[in-house]
Nanobody, 114 residues
């Protein structure tokens, strides 16, 4: 499996962005799609996860502002009401039905600043 992330950019506080993650290769192996982020000077942290049935979980810091969705080959992270502390490189990651790590995307930078 390979992942290609896109959609990052610069936005003002309160703005919105949608990140995309395209999967290719052995996509039938994919169960869960995860979103992580790594801000300046911080460790990589969990943001959201969506499974093959569409069930989602979110970090408390983004709950109510971010929405994960997916179809067969695409995963999306809709981000609204963005805050400066959301500034980070965002990564998508997929895992198999046996919870084996399959792939990481290359990361896409989101900058929230006035």
């Amino acid at each position: 499996v390979q992942l290609q992330a896109s959609g990052g950019g610069s936005v003002q506080p309160g703005g919105s962005l949608r990140l995309s993650c395209q999967a290719s290769g052995s996509i039938r192996e994919i169960n869960t799609m995860w979103w992580y982020r790594q801000g300046p000077g911080n460790q990589r942290e969990f943001v959201a996860v969506i499974d093959s049935a569409g069930s989602t979980m979110y970090a408390d810091s983004v709950k109510g502002r971010f929405t994960a969705s997916r179809d067969v080959i695409w995963g999306y992270l809709q981000m609204s009401h963005l805050k400066p502390e959301d500034t980070a490189v965002y990564y998508c990651h997929v895992r198999s039905y046996s919870d084996r790590a399959l792939a990481w995307g290359q990361g896409t930078l989101v900058t929230v600043s006035s």
